[in-house]
């Protein structure tokens, strides 16, 4: 099992930056796929980006495509999701998310999840 915690959360004015961090503990050797997931109140949780484990492939939602940048550092046990040009509808709980699975984008590919970090973006 895998431990995830996020930080990097906070509020920011629109057009802002911010970079999310997720650290990984426990039987991180068996991760592979690592993904970043956001609930806006009110909404269902939805899909932001996904790595796979060695980095080399991603994927966005349409939403953040162009804005938001996912990267990972093995070494660190740690994925990170580098978030520019920031809008309020981009406020939301974002959540961390991993699985053994090799690459996964839906909320169902994911069996360990973090306990989220709020992101607010002010007009």
């Known amino acids: 099992q895998v431990q995830l915690v996020e930080s990097g959360g906070g509020s920011v004015q629109n057009g802002g930056s911010l970079r999310l961090s997720c650290a990984a503990s426990?039987?991180?050797?068996?991760?592979?796929?690592m993904g970043w997931f956001r609930q806006a109140p009110g909404k269902e949780r939805e899909f932001v980006a996904t790595?796979?484990?060695?980095?080399?492939?991603?994927k966005y939602a349409d939403s953040v495509k162009g804005r938001f940048r996912i990267s990972r550092d093995n070494a660190k046990n740690t994925v990170y999701l580098q978030m520019n040009s920031l809008k309020p509808e981009d406020t939301a709980v974002y959540y961390c998310?991993?699985?053994?699975?090799?690459?996964?984008?839906?909320?169902?590919?994911?069996?360990?999840w973090g306990r989220g970090t709020q992101v607010t973006v002010s007009s």
């Open positions: 426990g039987s991180t050797f068996s991760t592979g796929v």
């Open positions: 790595i796979n484990r060695s980095g080399s492939i991603t």
């Open positions: 998310a991993a699985d053994q699975a090799t690459w996964g984008s839906m909320l169902t590919d994911f069996r360990s």
